[in-house]
């Protein structure tokens, strides 16, 4: 089949999914200890007349199911992004470190008194960015050491060695800060539970920036994936093309940890599967990657909350359930194909 006759397709698949993806939010809204219908939560969204039930929806689960939905399309688009700019298949916002790197900043941020609580989405977010930012560039000035520069096993080993290191100095300061883990104790390994709407409010502009630009540049990001030689030769800028990178994905992943922690494995799962199903060209993988994180993330943290209703089950060991088996797959794939 030709790419002109494939384009069709594919537009109907990513409109497929964008459709899946309302209706399993709009089943997660209603799920929980009191379950509601889908009519329930329309007239809730739509119609609002104050009933218990309505509030339920508008305080509690709506912006669960939002915030959910952008951390899931923010950390899948930042893994797409990762793996065009670095050409290596195993880079995601968790792997390499960003992740890790966002939650040690907020955490200290706490511990420091220098942000007031886990509801000023604000003040969170500016942390964030600065942590994902700074564990990216150590991550990529170590793993570039040595001859040929940064390779995708030297990458992954650096952002191993980053990611844990930080995040054994975020259980020290938890450690010896019994407020802080109070305050963080589900959100450091990945949780949806107590979102507000004006958290999800507070981090939205910059998820739909980071998603905004990744959208109008993913042709670049297609012809950046064919590596330096390639790109340049098309008159490309390798250097400054993987700079723009780098700044959406730290906005996407620092936006994404601020809301939901640092979630792992939807940046690498995610634009697998969008691959596997659409092709190698940006151009859909990054729109379906978006989409599909979305759909992932909410439908990991639905998964959660049937299984444990009592509980506040964080989506960030439901996705580590889901993640590591497909992690591990790609590993052994990888290493068999080269």
């Not at 994180?293 to 444990?308: N, Q």
Request: proline share 4%; hydrophobic share 55%; net charge positive.
């Amino acid at each position: 089949m030709t790419e002109k006759h494939a384009d069709p397709l594919r537009a109907l698949g990513l409109a497929i999914l964008l459709c899946v993806c309302i209706l399993v939010a709009a089943l997660a809204i209603g799920a929980g200890t009191s379950r509601l219908s889908l009519m329930t939560v329309g007239e809730a969204v739509f119609a609002f007349d104050g009933s218990r039930d309505h509030l339920v929806v508008t305080m509690f689960r709506l912006p669960r199911v939002l915030a959910g939905a952008m951390a899931g399309a923010a950390l899948a688009v930042a893994g797409a992004v990762m793996q065009a700019a670095t050409r290596n298949p195993l880079a995601s916002p968790g792997l390499l470190g960003i992740n890790a790197g966002g939650a040690f900043a907020v955490v200290a941020a706490m511990a420091l008194q220098m942000t007031g609580s886990m509801s000023d989405g604000n003040g969170l977010i500016w942390y964030a960015f600065g942590g994902a930012a700074i564990a990216g560039f150590a991550v990529h000035a170590l793993g570039s050491l040595g001859p040929g520069g940064p390779t995708s096993l030297k990458l992954v080993l650096a952002g191993a060695v980053i990611g844990t290191f930080l995040t054994s100095l975020t259980a020290a300061i938890l450690i010896f800060d019994q407020a802080t883990l109070d305050a963080v104790r589900l959100w450091t390994v990945g949780s949806l539970s107590g979102r507000t709407m004006g958290q999800v409010m507070a981090v939205a502009p910059y998820i739909a920036t980071g998603l905004a630009a990744a959208l109008l540049l993913r042709r670049q990001f297609t012809t950046l994936s064919l590596g330096s030689d390639i790109s340049g030769a098309l008159g490309q800028s390798a250097l400054l093309w993987r700079t723009m990178s780098v700044v959406i994905v730290v906005l996407l992943a620092g936006s994404a940890v601020a809301l939901a922690g640092p979630v792992g494995f939807v940046g690498l799962v995610m634009p697998h599967i969008a691959r596997l199903t659409v092709g190698a060209d940006y151009r859909w993988i990054v729109p379906y990657s978006a989409i599909g994180g979305a759909l992932l993330l909410v439908t990991a943290d639905m998964i959660g909350r049937g299984l444990f209703a009592n509980q506040d089950f964080p989506v960030g060991v439901t996705m580590a359930l889901i993640g590591a088996p497909f992690f591990l797959w790609l590993a052994r794939y990888r290493l068999r194909s080269s």
